[in-house]
Protein backbone atom coordinates (compact mmCIF):
# COMPACT_ATOMS: atom_id res chain seq x y z
CA UNK A 1 0.00 0.00 0.00
CA UNK A 2 3.28 2.05 0.75
CA UNK A 3 4.60 1.86 -2.43
CA UNK A 4 1.32 2.18 -4.16
CA UNK A 5 1.38 5.85 -2.65
CA UNK A 6 4.66 6.57 -3.18
CA UNK A 7 4.15 5.71 -7.09
CA UNK A 8 0.87 7.93 -7.55
CA UNK A 9 3.32 10.41 -5.61
CA UNK A 10 5.86 9.82 -8.15
CA UNK A 11 3.27 10.03 -10.77
CA UNK A 12 2.36 13.39 -10.15
CA UNK A 13 5.73 14.53 -9.86
CA UNK A 14 6.39 13.29 -12.88
CA UNK A 15 3.06 15.44 -14.72
CA UNK A 16 4.56 18.57 -13.17
CA UNK A 17 7.69 18.08 -14.90
CA UNK A 18 5.84 17.37 -17.78
CA UNK A 19 3.42 20.56 -17.67
CA UNK A 20 6.50 22.29 -16.93
CA UNK A 21 8.08 21.68 -20.25
CA UNK A 22 4.92 22.68 -21.95
CA UNK A 23 5.06 25.28 -20.19
CA UNK A 24 8.65 26.16 -21.19
CA UNK A 25 8.36 25.11 -24.52
CA UNK A 26 5.49 27.79 -25.01
CA UNK A 27 7.91 30.40 -22.84
CA UNK A 28 10.68 29.70 -26.06
CA UNK A 29 8.03 30.16 -28.81
CA UNK A 30 7.27 33.61 -27.17
CA UNK A 31 10.84 34.11 -26.29
CA UNK A 32 10.27 34.47 -22.92
CA UNK A 33 13.60 33.17 -21.84
CA UNK A 34 13.95 34.56 -18.45
CA UNK A 35 11.07 33.05 -17.32
CA UNK A 36 11.84 29.69 -18.76
CA UNK A 37 15.65 29.84 -17.21
CA UNK A 38 13.80 30.69 -14.10
CA UNK A 39 11.08 28.04 -14.36
CA UNK A 40 14.25 25.66 -15.51
CA UNK A 41 16.25 25.88 -12.20
CA UNK A 42 12.89 25.61 -10.02
CA UNK A 43 12.53 22.37 -11.62
CA UNK A 44 15.90 20.53 -10.40
CA UNK A 45 14.26 20.06 -6.75
CA UNK A 46 11.49 17.75 -7.94
CA UNK A 47 14.09 15.81 -10.61
CA UNK A 48 16.03 15.57 -7.06
CA UNK A 49 13.15 14.45 -5.49
CA UNK A 50 12.27 12.07 -7.92
CA UNK A 51 15.36 10.03 -8.57
CA UNK A 52 15.00 9.63 -4.62
CA UNK A 53 11.90 8.10 -5.17
CA UNK A 54 13.12 5.83 -7.95
CA UNK A 55 15.90 4.77 -6.35
CA UNK A 56 13.65 3.05 -2.93
CA UNK A 57 10.37 2.56 -4.73
CA UNK A 58 10.11 -1.22 -6.21
CA UNK A 59 7.75 -1.34 -8.97
CA UNK A 60 5.15 -3.45 -10.37
CA UNK A 61 5.97 -4.99 -14.51
CA UNK A 62 2.77 -2.31 -14.76
CA UNK A 63 3.95 0.33 -13.21
CA UNK A 64 7.18 -0.10 -14.55
CA UNK A 65 5.79 0.15 -17.79
CA UNK A 66 3.36 3.30 -17.08
CA UNK A 67 6.79 5.26 -15.62
CA UNK A 68 9.24 4.49 -18.76
CA UNK A 69 6.05 5.79 -20.88
CA UNK A 70 5.76 8.96 -19.06
CA UNK A 71 9.35 9.15 -18.76
CA UNK A 72 9.73 8.84 -22.97
CA UNK A 73 6.90 11.69 -23.23
CA UNK A 74 9.02 14.28 -20.73
CA UNK A 75 12.49 13.13 -22.38
CA UNK A 76 10.73 13.75 -26.03
CA UNK A 77 9.41 17.37 -24.75
CA UNK A 78 12.80 18.12 -22.95
CA UNK A 79 14.75 17.08 -26.23
CA UNK A 80 12.09 19.63 -27.82
CA UNK A 81 12.90 23.01 -25.91
CA UNK A 82 16.71 21.72 -25.85
CA UNK A 83 16.51 22.02 -30.30
CA UNK A 84 14.25 24.79 -30.42
CA UNK A 85 17.03 26.43 -27.66
CA UNK A 86 19.43 25.29 -29.92
CA UNK A 87 18.21 26.64 -33.54
CA UNK A 88 17.61 29.98 -31.53
CA UNK A 89 21.41 30.05 -30.94
CA UNK A 90 22.35 29.78 -34.01
CA UNK A 91 20.06 31.85 -35.65
CA UNK A 92 21.40 34.78 -33.07
CA UNK A 93 24.73 33.91 -33.79
CA UNK A 94 23.85 34.59 -38.01
CA UNK A 95 22.73 37.91 -36.91
CA UNK A 96 25.92 38.85 -34.82
CA UNK A 97 28.37 37.81 -37.46
CA UNK A 98 26.28 40.14 -40.09
CA UNK A 99 25.76 42.50 -37.17
CA UNK A 100 29.70 42.95 -36.95
CA UNK A 101 30.45 42.28 -40.71
CA UNK A 102 28.16 45.80 -41.41
CA UNK A 103 29.48 47.62 -38.18
CA UNK A 104 32.68 47.57 -39.73
CA UNK A 105 31.61 48.21 -43.30
CA UNK A 106 30.10 51.75 -41.65
CA UNK A 107 32.74 51.90 -39.63
CA UNK A 108 35.40 52.07 -42.57
CA UNK A 109 33.26 53.88 -45.13
CA UNK A 110 32.28 56.61 -42.07
CA UNK A 111 34.40 60.21 -42.43
CA UNK A 112 36.58 60.58 -40.04
CA UNK A 113 39.93 62.21 -40.43
CA UNK A 114 41.06 59.68 -37.23
CA UNK A 115 40.64 56.65 -39.55
CA UNK A 116 40.86 57.64 -42.84
CA UNK A 117 42.93 55.22 -45.00
CA UNK A 118 42.45 52.35 -42.43
CA UNK A 119 42.20 48.47 -43.77
CA UNK A 120 39.16 46.33 -43.06
CA UNK A 121 39.51 42.55 -42.99
CA UNK A 122 35.97 41.05 -44.73
CA UNK A 123 37.16 38.04 -44.45
CA UNK A 124 36.17 37.17 -40.02
Not at 11 to 32: H, P, R, T, V
Not at 75 to 104: C, F, P, S, Y
Request: aromatic share 6%; charged share 35%.
Amino acid sequence: MQDEKQFEQLMLQYMQLKNGAEDISKMIDNEDFDTAITRIKAREELYLSCKCIRKYLELTPVQQKELDSMLDELRELELANIKKLEKGMEDVQKELKINNKTKKIHQAYSYNTDSKGSIVNLQE
